[in-house]
């Protein structure tokens, strides 16, 4: 991850227009910001532009306020969104897991030594296992058991660790339970998850002994945005790595939970960085 502690980031997205990159590095100069990073997509297809930009001010009594309300008066002609983010800013977040721990081992790991810039508010589970864990990093660790009886009532109280919290991003780490409908609605664009992708496709109980039995040359992994479609909600990153013949399915197990951990990982750091646009059903991630 960069070293952002002097950078802002300016994120922004609009339809496609002439003067789109003008308005905003124009802005920048006469506001006296070095721009030390920028990335641009325009999509011809849906007509949409996308500009991040990181940059630093010259003078040192930079006001962010007054610079919001300046470049929201030149973003408005082009009917332009955007995001200003301060040097230093770390992400709240909320961590639901259930028994595997891998992930969730990674990201505290990450948190810990400052490669995440996040603030891990609390984690969730419907199982008791990793609370010592939590418990070591001295984060709150919920325990909410869940049944098909009281899956309504489990996400209730879910919620409402996410809205006292305040978290911004909820990380799906292993977290093996469907949300329903109204959770992915609730948590749409500010929920990542990771799961196992194998091609052809396993389904069910062990996909790794079955990626064995059927010989598999590849596995990896797929970090997206939840959605109410399992699995199938708009990719932030991926994960791949050859295996072959020597490889037996304990192998494929373990390879698969390092991909998993790096793609996660790499998932939350693009998203807490202003990388990823959500775009329709899919993403624009300027990658670092």
């Known amino acids: 991850m960069h070293?952002?502690?002097?950078?802002?980031?300016?994120?922004?997205?609009?339809?496609?227009?002439?003067?789109?990159?003008?308005?905003?590095?124009?802005?920048?100069?006469?506001?006296?910001?070095?721009?030390?990073?920028?990335?641009?997509?325009?999509?011809?297809?849906?007509?949409?532009?996308?500009?991040?930009?990181?940059?630093?001010?010259?003078?040192?009594?930079?006001?962010?306020?007054?610079?919001q309300a300046g470049f929201a008066e030149r973003a408005a002609e082009f009917e332009m969104s955007f995001e200003l983010t301060a040097p230093g800013t770390r992400m709240p977040v909320v961590i639901m897991v259930s028994k595997a721990d891998h992930c969730l081992n990674d990201l505290l790991y990450r948190y810990r030594i400052g490669q995440l810039p996040i603030d891990i508010r609390a984690i969730v589970?419907?199982?008791?296992?990793?609370?010592?864990l939590a418990e070591w990093h001295g984060i709150p660790y919920h325990h909410f058991p869940i049944t098909a009886e009281t899956k309504p009532e489990q996400e209730a109280r879910v919620w409402a660790v996410v809205e006292e919290t305040g978290a911004e991003l909820v990380i799906l780490a292993r977290y093996m339970q469907v949300l329903s409908s109204d959770m992915c609605e609730k948590l749409s664009g500010r929920a990542i998850n990771i799961h196992h992708s194998l091609l052809p496709g396993f389904k069910g109980a062990k996909p790794y002994h079955q990626a064995y039995a059927k010989g598999v040359k590849l596995v990896g992994a797929?970090?997206?945005?939840?959605?109410?479609?399992?699995?199938?909600?708009p990719i932030i990153t991926q994960g791949v790595e050859p295996v072959s013949h020597t490889d037996y399915p304990e192998d494929l197990v373990a390879k698969g939970r390092d991909i998993e951990c790096l793609t996660l990982s790499r998932a939350v750091a693009l998203h807490v960085e202003r990388r990823v646009f959500l775009h329709a059903n899919h993403t624009v991630v300027f990658d670092r």
């Open 3 to 67: 070293d952002n502690n002097n950078l802002w980031i300016l994120a922004a997205q609009c339809p496609s227009r002439l003067g789109t990159v003008d308005v905003v590095t124009r802005f920048l100069k006469e506001s006296r910001c070095y721009i030390t990073e920028q990335h641009t997509f325009d999509d011809r297809q849906s007509g949409g532009f996308f500009i991040r930009t990181e940059f630093r001010p010259e003078e040192a009594d930079f006001d962010a306020a007054a610079f």
């Open 125 to 132: 589970s419907n199982h008791p296992d990793l609370a010592t």
């Open 222 to 233: 797929t970090a997206h945005y939840i959605n109410d479609d399992l699995d199938e909600g």
